[in-house]
């Protein structure tokens, strides 16, 4: 089992930036892929960046490229989400995950229960 608690929501302006965590326990999570998804108010939930187990790879939702950073500290077991030049369409409550498929088609397996993310125009 892994457990996973994200942090560093808030209310930020449009233009400006956050940072939100996500500290995993239990199995070290060190071993998998994590991600980021975010549920916006009446939308599903869509994929915004992965990080690879080492850290050497990410991706990212094509809105979100140039604009946020994923990262991650494995001595922490902590994952990051770096946003830079928010929008308003941002807003969205922001959950991590653990991806345990190790290769091919991911498997998201863990979710922690999200922290909002809201940003003023």
């Known amino acids: 089992q892994v457990q996973l608690v994200e942090s560093g929501g808030g209310l930020v302006q449009a233009g400006g930036s956050l940072t939100v965590s996500c500290a995993a326990s239990?199995?070290?999570?060190?071993?998998?892929?994590m991600g980021w998804f975010r549920r916006a108010p009446g939308k599903e939930r869509e994929f915004v960046a992965r990080i690879s187990w080492s850290g050497g790879s990410t991706s990212y939702a094509d809105d979100v490229k140039g604009r946020f950073t994923i990262s991650r500290d494995n001595a922490k077991n902590t994952v990051y989400l770096q946003m830079n030049k928010l929008k308003p369409e941002d807003t969205a409550v922001y959950y991590c995950?653990?991806?345990?498929?190790?290769?091919?088609?991911?498997?998201?397996?863990?979710w922690g229960q999200g922290t909002q993310v809201t940003v003023s125009s």
């Open positions: 995950a653990v991806d345990t498929s190790g290769v091919g088609v991911p498997n998201w397996h863990y």
């Open positions: 239990g199995r070290p999570s060190s071993s998998y892929a």
